[in-house]
Structure formats: C-alpha cells, structure tokens
C-alpha cells in the first residue's frame, strides 16, 4: 500500500504562484511514477505533470508546459507541483496519485493504483 497526502492548495489571484505538495508513505519502493491531475466541477479528470521516481524524466499537459514544474525530494518522498502564472482556467482540485506497475502512458489517469484525497487550487480573475 502507498499513502499520499496532498497539501499546498490555496485561493489566489491570477498571475501568482502556488506550490503543491504531496508526501508518500508505505511502500514508496514499489513506485514507478508519480503524477498530478487536476479536476473542475462538472470535468473529467485530467492530466497534469508526471515524473518518474528514479531517473529524470517528466512529462507535462499541453495546458501547462513552461508554467508548471514537477519535482521529486528523494530524501522526503515527495513530489512538489510549482505552480507559475497561474489562470482562473487552472482552478480545480489537484490530485496526486502513484503508479507502481510501471506505465508507459504516464498521462492516463486509469494507470495509476494510488490517488490522494485533494487539494483545492482556486485563481481569482
């Protein structure tokens, strides 16, 4: 089993910055990939970021690539989501989630065995 907890979300005004957060625990040996999602009232879920837990490579949506940021801190397990020049289109609730099978299609939400429970992010116009 693998924990996460997501934290960092907040009410901002557009064009300001939010980092998010989310700390693994359990059986963090077992994870491949980590990725963020994101979902607005009456949306699907969709992608955001995903980064491998070893190695370098990450991965973005079209919606968010040179504004957003993923990270991973070994020695915390965590991932972190920088957050830049944020939009009122960016507000929903963020959810991480882990993959521990290994998946080559990172962006697919159903690849994924563990989400956290959400963090709101909300950007004022």
């Known amino acids: 089993q693998v924990q996460l907890v997501e934290s960092g979300g907040g009410l901002v005004q557009a064009g300001a910055s939010l980092r998010l957060s989310c700390a693994a625990s359990g059986r963090t040996f077992s994870i491949y990939t980590m990725g963020w999602f994101r979902q607005a009232p009456g949306r699907e879920r969709r992608f955001v970021a995903a980064?491998?837990?070893?190695?370098?490579?990450?991965y973005y949506g079209d919606s968010v690539k040179g504004r957003f940021t993923i990270a991973r801190d070994d020695a915390k397990n965590t991932v972190y989501l920088q957050m830049n020049s944020l939009k009122p289109e960016d507000t929903a609730a963020y959810y991480c989630a882990a993959d521990i099978d290994g998946t080559s299609s990172p962006a697919h939400s159903l690849e994924y065995d563990y989400w956290g429970q959400g963090t709101q992010v909300t950007v004022s116009s």
């Open positions: 980064i491998r837990w070893s190695g370098e490579s990450t």
